[in-house]
């Protein structure tokens, strides 16, 4: 099950290990805090150092990247079917950008991938505990919550 809780930067390091899974290499946008090297890697598009073997400055990659860990990465208790590459979905626990508290989002890898019936049971199962920002494929974002304050906040306006 995914928690709710905030994504641990710098946070005690997870016994698994990405494997071949590239996703958030693609997915995420990536910034350099201001008193790091310049790094910035726009969101749904893939890192200009990603190659066929994955980050090709591995050993050398920015703060930012070192210090993301995906919901799966951190969630020992989540199956192996559930690695973003495998599942479609990379889920990632953030502050939430819809107010006080926490989202988490999912960003789908392909389009459709959401809907599987496996991944849309995990998705409505963690949206009945916190909202959920599903990013599709192709960028819309659709907030699965049970709250309507929350709702009404997303169709104000408010983006990350
Ligand atoms: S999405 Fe998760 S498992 Fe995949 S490369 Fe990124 S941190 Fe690793
Ligand atoms: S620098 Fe490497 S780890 Fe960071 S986003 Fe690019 S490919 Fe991924």
New binding site residues.
Partial sequence: MIKPTRARAGGPRSLRTCGEC?A??VV?G?EARPDEAS?A?PAGE?????GPT?????PE??P??RRFRCAWLQEQSLPASLRPDRCGVMFAMNDSVLGPGFAVYAYELHAGAADRPRVARVIRQVAAEAPVILVRAGGRREVLTADPAVVARVAGGEST
């Fill in positions: 590239r958030c290499c995420l990536f790094f890697k893939a890192c200009r150092h990603l994955g980050c090709s400055i591995y990659r920015p930012v990247c």
